[in-house]
C-alpha cells in the first residue's frame, strides 16, 4: 500500500544492514542461556576500541488494550534476547531497553516515540507494533535521523516513511500470495468472499493484497464486506456473504475482530476455507475463536513447529522462561534485538548515525525467523511457511 506524503523522506541517505550476532530486547536483565538467534558470516569481536559501551534502545509496543497479547509476545521476545546478549557480549557491550505503551493508537505511538528520542536519548527504536502506528511515528524518528526497526509491520510502503526505517517483518505482498497459492492448489478453490477491518491500516493492506491475488489467480468473488475495530456483531455481513456460496472466506483483520469473525462464520454454516492475513498468528486466535479456528489458514515467517536446530533452542529457551511457545511476534522481536546487537558492536559505539550505516549491509541473516536480507529499500526478503489450525495450535499446511 503506498501512502502519500512520505516521499519526503525518501532522498535521505541510502541504508544497508551489517553482520548479525544474537539479540532480544526486554526491560530487565533476564537470564542466561546459549543464544538461539540468528548470525551473519562474519561477528565483529568487539567495539572499536575494545571496551564495553552501553546502548539504550526505545520499545514502543501495544501493551494495554484490545491488541495487547501481540506487545506482550513482542516484549517477552526482547527480554528473552537481551538476557542472552548482555550475557554473551560481557565486556564489550551492554543492551538497556526502555519500554513504552502506545496501546495500538497512533498518537500514543508518535509521543512515544518524541519521548525516546528527546527525553531518552535512545540510540534506537523498535516497534511499533501496527502498521498504523508505523506510519504516524516512523516519520518522527526518520526526521530525527533516528534508525526506527519494525518487527511486525506487513503494510506495503513502511520503508517509504525514509532511509531511517527498517523492519524484519514479512510484508503481507508476500504472506498473503504464499498462502492463498497453497490454499487454492490443495483445496480447489474457484470463489472467495471477502471481509476486513475498514479503520486500520494493516487490516486494509492486506484486503488489497488478498484481491489482487484473487483476481491475479482467476478467482471470482463472490461478495466484499468491512467492519470497524472494536465491532462485537458481524452477523449482517457474514449473512450477505453466505449467499455467493464461495469456497473460503478471506479475513484481513487483527486477531480479536478477526477470531470473532472467525467463530460467526462457522456459527452461521460457513463451511468453506478460511483463509487470514498476519493478524491472526497468536495463541488468543484458539481463546477467542475456539474449536472454529480448526482449518484456518495462515502464512508466518516463523512455525514453533519447524525441525531447525536455531528455532527448537528458541523454543526450549522460551518456553523455560514463559511456560508457553513463542509466536511469530515473539520470534521477530527475539531476531530484531540481535541484529541490532550484532550492528552496535560494528559500529563500535552507540551512535544513530553509525548504527544506520551498519544496519544498511544487512545480508543472509539466519535467525529464529528465518534467512533475512534487505532489498534496496530495506524491505525485508525472505520465505513465508504457511501453517493450519489444527488441535489448538498452528502446525505446516501440507
Avoid at 533476564?30 to 526505545?58: H, L, M, V, W
Avoid at 528473552?80 to 557491550?93: C, D, I, P, Q
Avoid at 525516546?116 to 502506528?133: F, H, K, M, Y
Avoid at 515473539?330 to 548515525?353: C, H, N, T
Amino acid at each position: 500500500m503506498k501512502v502519500k506524503g512520505f516521499q519526503l523522506w525518501r532522498s535521505l541517505a541510502t541504508i544497508s544492514l551489517g553482520a548479525v550476532l544474537m539479540a532480544g530486547c526486554g526491560s530487565g536483565g533476564g537470564t542466561s542461556s546459549t543464544p538461539a538467534a540468528g548470525n551473519s558470516d562474519s561477528q565483529p569481536a568487539a567495539s572499536a576500541d575494545g571496551q564495553e559501551f552501553t546502548a539504550k534502545i526505545g520499545v514502543v509496543s501495544f501493551l494495554s488494550g484490545s491488541g495487547a497479547a501481540y506487545g506482550e509476545a513482542q516484549k517477552a521476545g526482547l527480554e528473552l534476547a537481551l538476557g542472552e546478549l548482555n550475557e554473551a557480549n560481557k565486556g564489550k557491550l551492554k543492551i538497556e531497553l526502555k519500554f513504552e505503551d502506545s496501546a495500538g493508537e497512533k498518537d500514543g505511538a508518535i509521543n512515544a516515540v518524541n519521548k525516546l528520542i528527546n527525553q531518552d536519548n535512545v540510540v534506537a527504536i523498535i516497534g511499533p507494533t501496527l502498521s498504523g502506528e508505523m506510519f504516524a511515528a516512523g516519520p518522527v524518528a526518520n526526521e530525527s535521523e533516528t534508525p526506527i526497526f519494525g518487527i511486525s509491520n506487513t503494510s506495503e510502503g513502511i520503508n517509504d516513511i525514509g532511509e531511517y526505517v527498517f523492519r524484519n517483518s514479512l510484508p503481507e505482498s508476500i504472506a498473503i500470495p504464499t498462502a492463498m497459492k497453497a490454499a487454492v492448489e490443495k483445496n480447489g478453490l474457484k470463489k472467495v468472499a471477502l471481509i476486513y477491518a475498514s479503520n486500520d491500516d494493516f487490516s486494509v493492506n492486506g484486503y488489497k493484497v488478498m484481491k489482487a491475488t484473487a483476481e491475479k489467480m482467476g478467482l471470482e468473488i463472490t461478495g466484499e464486506a468491512t467492519f470497524a475495530n472494536g465491532d462485537v456483531d458481524f452477523s449482517a455481513q457474514l449473512t450477505k456473504l453466505k449467499q455467493g456460496n464461495p469456497d473460503a472466506l478471506l479475513v484481513s483483520a487483527l486477531y480479536k475482530e478477526g477470531s470473532m469473525v472467525v467463530k460467526k462464520a462457522r456459527e452461521l454454516g460457513i463451511t468453506g476455507t478460511i483463509l487470514g492475513g498476519n493478524g491472526f498468528n497468536n495463541p488468543k486466535v484458539f481463546e477467542i475463536a475456539g474449536p472454529a479456528a480448526e482449518g484456518l489458514i495462515v502464512a508466518t515467517p516463523f512455525s514453533p513447529e519447524k525441525q531447525d536446530e536455531k528455532v527448537q533452542a528458541f523454543v526450549k529457551a522460551f518456553e523455560a522462561k514463559y511456560n508457553k511457545k513463542p509466536d511469530q511476534f515473539a520470534a521477530q522481536a527475539y531476531d530484531s534485538l540481535y541484529i541490532m546487537s550484532q550492528s552496535l558492536l560494528a559500529a563500535g559505539k552507540a551512535e544513530r548515525e553509525a548504527l544506520r550505516e551498519q544496519l544498511a549491509q544487512l545480508k543472509d541473516f539466519t535467525g529464529v525467523s528465518g534467512k533475512l536480507s534487505f532489498d534496496e529499500k530495506r524491505n525485508p526478503i525472505g520465505d513465508a511457511v504457511v501453517v493450519v489450525a489444527k488441535d489448538g495450535k498452528f502446525v505446516p499446511f501440507e
